[in-house]
């Protein structure tokens, strides 16, 4: 089975925030970065679905040559092969050029099925993955929390507002990977060794332009300083007044 | 005035909230509304679609199993031949599931989950939460088709008098993805999406034989949902359906109050656009002070009994 999971790299979730000098990006100075929270899920799932099933797993992002360190780490933990389609900034790009380009490269690999997450936490767009499908013309399970994969088909599990799906569905397929799905696993010393000069092959891609533009980038704007409104119990009847003569949420 | 196409969803004919907000946001362009309904109940739920301002409505019939695939082709159709300049669903999970679908049906780029929307013409703007809403950010789309998908809770249903047309189109049938089975949730408790009142709990409250505290309140507010920190997640004491935070679901209710939540910023950029946030912590310095309304300094265990037993006495007058 040819196994693809895809990974972006993002700020690490303990990131400041500051708007860039020309008000349209935000400034990355000092940032930290990590594979985006929930591709850790969707690596994990490939490489249980190689265990379970043969085959091998390519770690694909589009992204910097600074993401070779993320995909070196999923290779410690079991991954076969790393490809970064080098691309200085995706996180300038639309869900729409992503996914067009990451399905072209996933086309050209032959897959049977690919894990994406369920959201990137950068700009939090929870698309990549079904347009990804819908441009290759496959299966798509969103926000999977359970799987069963066999031959030419699966079964996965989702939560929605009215309950537990079940969602039967054929390869090849995309699904983006929610929490819940699996623990993933930390790589071994004898892994990470085994990677540590390896070097992640980098390609070009032909470009898919942008249909978004940034008109400006903002901070939230600050909550009006709020109050303590005492302490203990005691407090309670402060606090119900102030919410439904103040607030009027009660 | 061009044509938005709004997928509305629906359950026995009667139309989600979510969506009616969706019609809503539609409308403040100064465009008019299509609406499409689906599944069991669709023609009824777009019979009661005037109300909420839509002039014509497309019930697709069928007795198809629900295909997220097959059900986006119906959408891209109904886009397609209307020379619809506009598609938006609610950010609900089958909207975010489907939407995407669309668009590249349509070879649009999609903007997920905004929280404001207005038109030039036919050009349009929208705002949405970037890293979970530690920056907003504000787009415009050259696509021919703009295609987005609306925040609950941020935009307005409105209600109108209009006259809609209704006509009915066979559903499709032939999904790569069937939705085979669905197990109803327990209690049918209300998704932290779609809550106007969230009661959130963290460490605080020691152990998972303590959230009956979380829901008591929950349920004295006759139907609020409830929430709970990154922390109570991953050592089991909660589902994480219920995770608030960046890597958790992002909400903006009226009221939102969090119990023994300490406030790390992954927590708050999922709340902290919530209009009322009231804390309940012990430490006075704890973060979480920094983003509340209200704050009551003291022992969850005191506190959280004494307000549940003040919210529903303040309901009852
Ligand atoms: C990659 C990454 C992603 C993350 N994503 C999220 C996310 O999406 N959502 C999220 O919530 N977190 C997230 N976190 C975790 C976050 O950093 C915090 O660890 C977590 O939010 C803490 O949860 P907590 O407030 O329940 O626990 P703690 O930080 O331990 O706080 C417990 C609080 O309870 C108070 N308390 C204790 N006893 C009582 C009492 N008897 N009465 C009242 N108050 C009491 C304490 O004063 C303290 O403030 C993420 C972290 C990382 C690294
Ligand atoms: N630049 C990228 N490179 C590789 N995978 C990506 C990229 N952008 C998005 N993805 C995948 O698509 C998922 C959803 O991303 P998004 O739709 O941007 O929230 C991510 O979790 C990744 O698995």
Redesign the pocket.
């Known amino acids: 089975m040819k196994i693809v999971?895809?990974?972006?790299r993002v700020p690490a979730t303990e990131a400041q925030v500051k708007v860039a000098a020309d008000g349209r990006k935000l400034d990355a100075a000092g940032w930290q970065y990590m594979a985006?929270f929930?591709?850790e899920i969707?690596v994990e799932e490939a490489i249980k679905t190689k265990e379970k099933l043969g085959g091998d797993v390519t770690v694909?992002?589009?992204?910097p040559s600074e993401a070779a360190k993320e995909v070196r780490e999923f290779l410690a933990r079991g991954a076969d092969t790393g490809a970064i389609?080098k691309?200085a900034d995706?996180s300038a790009?639309d869900?729409r050029a992503?996914?067009k380009i990451?399905a072209a490269k996933v086309k050209s690999l032959g897959a049977d099925v690919v894990?994406?997450?369920?959201?990137?936490?950068?700009?939090?767009?929870?698309?990549?993955?079904q347009?990804?499908a819908t441009y290759l013309g496959w299966a798509c399970v969103s926000e999977v929390v359970a799987l069963d994969l066999g031959a030419g088909k699966g079964v996965a599990k989702r939560e929605t507002e009215h309950g537990v799906e079940t969602v039967e569905f054929t390869l090849p397929a995309v699904l983006?990977c929610n929490k819940g799905l699996n623990e993933p696993r930390r790589a071994s010393l004898k892994g990470i060794m085994a990677v540590k000069s390896k070097t992640i092959a980098e390609e070009s891609f032909e470009n898919v332009p942008n249909q978004i533009a940034v008109v400006k980038v903002e901070l939230p704007p600050a909550r009006k300083a709020g109050r303590i409104v005492g302490e203990g119990a005691a407090a309670v009847p402060a606090l119900i007044d102030a919410l439904r003569n103040e607030a009027k949420v009660l | 005035m061009a044509n938005i196409v709004v997928y509305v969803e629906q359950s026995g004919g009667a139309p989600r909230s979510a969506s009616l907000q969706c019609i809503g946001a539609a409308l403040s362009t100064g465009h008019s509304v299509l609406a499409v309904t689906s599944g069991d109940g669709a023609d009824r739920a777009a019979a009661a679609l005037g109300k909420y301002g839509a002039t014509k409505a497309v019930a697709l019939v069928g007795n198809a199993p629900w295909s997220p695939d097959a059900i986006a082709r119906d959408i891209a159709k109904v886009v397609t031949d209307n020379g619809a300049k506009a598609f938006i669903a609610a950010a609900t999970t089958t909207g975010k599931d489907v939407a995407?679908r669309v668009a590249a049906l349509l070879d649009c780029p999609i903007l997920?989950d905004i929280t404001a929307l207005s038109a030039q013409g036919e050009a349009f703007t929208a705002s949405r939460p970037w890293l979970a809403g530690k920056a907003i950010a504000t787009l415009t789309s050259s696509a021919s088709v703009f295609c987005a998908t609306t925040r609950p809770n941020v935009f307005a249903a409105v209600e109108a008098n209009q006259t809609c047309e209704v006509v009915t189109a066979q559903a499709s049938s032939d999904g790569k993805a069937i939705v085979t089975s669905v197990a109803a949730k327990a209690g049918a408790k209300l998704d932290v999406k779609e809550a106007s009142v969230i009661i959130s709990g963290g460490r605080g409250l020691k152990g998972p034989e303590h959230f009956h505290l979380i829901e008591e309140l929950a349920d004295a507010f006759g139907s609020a949902a409830t929430g709970a920190s990154r922390a109570v997640v991953d050592a089991g004491w909660r589902p994480h359906a219920e995770q608030v935070g960046q890597t958790g679901k992002t909400v903006s209710p009226k009221l939102y109050i969090a119990v023994g939540i300490s406030g790390a910023i992954q927590h708050l950029a999922g709340m902290r656009t919530s209009k009322v946030i009231v804390a309940i912590n012990k430490d006075p310095d704890a973060p979480i002070f920094k983003v509340a309304d209200y704050g009551i300094v003291g022992d969850a265990f005191e506190v959280v009994p004494a307000l549940t037993a003040a919210v529903k006495a303040a309901r009852q007058h």
């Open positions: 999971a895809c990974i972006k985006s929930y591709d969707a694909l992002t589009l992204g389609l691309d995706p790009r869900p992503t996914a990451l894990f994406v997450g369920r959201v990137a936490t950068d700009h939090d767009n929870a698309a990549v993955g347009m990804m983006t | 995407p997920t």
